[in-house]
């Protein structure tokens, strides 16, 4: 497997490949570095890594859109596959299928070496100014500059026993502050909560810049217990090398670009205001904020002119929708062909904002009860770890490819009766769905569908069975003649 081994060679590797345009033109940190990011999204253009930003600390530099789609239409998800180091032309859902086999692979423990590029400069408590680090105010409407949108934060149990590595927002408080949001539901937050009852400060190591596999790993929603670093080990096919932390204990990626350490206050007379930002689903909450802890900053470390990685979260399709979307489709496919169903692949479409699941069914299968195959498909999804993010399940034959908008969207409309929809009321329901309500987004509760587009012809004589009326209807022998033939009919 020929995997990236840091965010430097992953910006050589885009701009080799013509997917990086380096934007030497001024630019500041207030809103602008955002929306030109937000345009390449837009344009499926290549990342910016901009060089040049207004009052920042000099050489300190940030990449944008580290993994939006690519702009070569035929092989949208280039930059996820170059990622893994997978073969460049996969398609979403077979990333998907190979990316679903991480969780069964044997861990391989990681190398600790002595020092490693993020040592190159090393600073301490008052010499620390995060406020002159290249950190964007994203959306008009956020409730202050966000430090973290595509690093990772690095924590570890009280016990040492489990190391957990998640991607999860963090917004600057002040020059050696930084208010970090704490999900109870995630790892993160099951880590913090045992540091809190036992009164402790957590450490806590942000890291910005690193292998780009590394942040697909850390955005996994892997079976909780699961280490992303030795799964990722496995992965590589030979250890992930980690180095000490200044003034932690905590173990990181040895060729991170900054890494900000320090501890998590657990102590609630600390707490901070943190948000509004604007988030996966496309929306920013005006006036909606959290009291979130306080993670004080004891030192920092860093490569020299080092590179911050920037999403700026919003409307498909960015890194929660590639990253997080494809994970997501990676943990719910690893659990749901655990069990015996005749599933063949599942897939969050971009389009979607990871608001819906689709899961594809073998068009031949035995089982004769659709709509019970749909609804037991649809509660097991629910109720896996991936599943607990996703509102919506899509059950559909798998003759539909789900990351072709325009198949899913014509099977949607119609192969789906509206009597064959089941949802389910007072459901857990992941706070940050953009339709809920406040009392729903407070409370985390409300409903969720399972909307059942099985077809039955596949129990029908095959005399019966309707013939798809579109070009690939047609024999194989007769499209292949047809396209073979196209100029000659006269077309460019
Ligand atoms: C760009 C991006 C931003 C994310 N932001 C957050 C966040 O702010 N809070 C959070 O809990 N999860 C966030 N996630 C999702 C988590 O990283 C993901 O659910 C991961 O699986 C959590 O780690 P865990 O499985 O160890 O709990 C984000 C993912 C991506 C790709």
Redesign the pocket.
Known sequence: MNVIKSFREYVDILKAKNELTEVTKEVDWKYEMSAVTRRVYDLHGPSPLFSNIKDCTPGFRVLGAPMGLSQDPAHPFKKVALSLGLPEDMSGPEIVTAWSKLADMEPVAPRIVHTGPCKENIIFGQQIDLTKLPIPLIHEGDGGRYIN??GIMIARTPDGSWT??????AMLDGPQTIAG?V?PT????KIYSQWKERGEKMPFALCLGVDPAI?MA?????P?GLN?CELLGAWYGEPIDLVKCETTDLLVPASTEIVIEGFASVDDSCLLQEGPMGE?GGYVWSGRHKQVPRFDVTAMTYRSNPIMPL?V?GVPT???HT??GL??AAAIQYEIQKKAFPVTGCFIPMECAAHWVVVSVDRNRSTKDDTKLAVDIGKAVFVS?GGS?IPKVIVMDDDIDPSDIKQLVWALATRHHPDNRTAMADQYMFPLVAYLSSKEKDSSVSTRVIYNCLTPFHSWPEELRPVEASFRGYSKELQEYVTDNWKEYGFE
């Open positions: 949108t595509y957990n590595w998640a991607i999860t927002r949001v999900i995630q790892d993160f937050g942040t850390a955005g996994y929603p892997l909780t992303e996966y999403c979260a960015e890194e929660n990253n997080w994970n997501i770890r993010y």
